[in-house]
């Protein structure tokens, strides 16, 4: 019998709730939030130089071939979304408050997410090669874009600093640089570790999240946010997905890329990165409104997983049944 397309989340999916619920009870305050908040840009630092260290140049450049493949993704990553985050511009201050609207426009600015782009593709039978160097791409990308997008499409928000900007470059930037230069002697070490330096990435994030939602908490921001709009937030980010991966598959489709290409356009080209989204925020970011500008990521990311899991099903049974 196959199992429901909810227990496909993972451990991480679960824990993410669980710090959320956590802010939501007890949430940190005073000298614990100012640690919390000090031990987040340091989790940030870490989080993205061991990033830098573990992006494998090489994969990246036998990728570089597939060139229809990655300006697809790019283009659905950094055009087709920004887009539509503009579309939905007359729910500001209507069915959405203003804080979340700019999370919805910022996730959309966001770049795609590595893992689960490969991990979907190869459970698809795509092909995983293409998409590794696609979402990796996306990722170097995005360390860059991602920013300068947010600070253009915000700013008429107030929501993004110059000083945002620079903590982007001092917490995101430099480390991850700095994790490419020490590629050559740590990635072997990295390699040995994988199980450590993924229980680092995932911590980082937990506080990090716990830290934005606890401020939320303590400022009283969930009680000024109508139910409205929250369940105008799932509808905006499911439809935003659906839209997406139908618009991936049919580009794909029309480019004519053969089956295992579609499959590693639609999964990269769908997805958006909470491991990257949840840190450049926290940087970009600042005071009571930044668990309102997470909550459309976070929703969306739940969402990704349990549709991209069927999603995958889906075409491996076409592949089986030829």
Not at 232 to 247: K, N, Q
């Amino acid at each position: 019998m196959r199992k429901p397309a909810w227990l496909s989340l993972d451990s991480f999916t679960f824990a993410i709730l669980a710090a959320v619920v956590l802010a939501l009870v007890l949430p940190c305050r005073g000298e614990v939030a100012r640690l919390v908040a000090t031990g987040g840009d340091i989790a940030i630092a870490v989080l993205f130089f061991l990033q830098g260290a573990r992006v494998s140049r090489a994969a990246v450049l036998a990728g570089i071939l597939h060139w229809r493949l990655h300006l697809t993704v790019f283009a659905a990553t950094f055009l087709a979304f920004p887009l539509l985050g503009l579309a939905f511009a007359p729910l500001s201050g209507t069915v959405l408050t203003p804080s979340l609207y700019a999370g919805l426009l910022f996730l959309c600015v966001l770049p795609s997410t590595v893992q689960a782009s490969v991990v979907f593709t190869s459970l698809a039978g795509g092909n995983v090669p293409a998409a590794l160097c696609s979402a990796s791409l996306s990722s170097l990308i995005g360390i860059v874009l991602t920013p300068l997008l947010a600070g253009l499409l915000l700013r008429a928000h107030g929501e993004v600093s110059l000083t945002g900007v620079g903590k982007i470059v001092a917490l995101l930037l430099l480390p991850f640089l700095a994790g490419q230069v020490a590629q050559v002697w740590i990635a072997a070490w990295i390699e040995r570790h994988r199980r450590l330096v993924g229980l680092i990435d995932r911590a980082s994030v937990l506080l990090i999240v716990y830290g934005a939602f606890s401020a939320a908490t303590v400022a009283g921001v969930w009680s000024q946010v109508p139910l409205s709009s929250l369940l105008a937030v799932v509808g905006v980010d499911g439809i935003l997905l659906a839209l997406m991966l139908v618009a991936t598959t049919f580009v794909a489709r029309r480019l004519g890329l053969p089956r295992d290409d579609e499959i590693a356009v639609v999964f990269c080209g769908s997805k958006k990165s909470l491991a990257t989204g949840i840190p450049m925020a926290n940087a970009l970011f600042a005071g009571s409104a930044l668990g309102l500008i997470v909550l459309p990521l976070v929703i969306y990311h739940q969402m990704q997983l349990v549709a991209c899991a069927t999603l995958a099903r889906h075409y491996a049974r076409r592949r089986a049944g030829g």
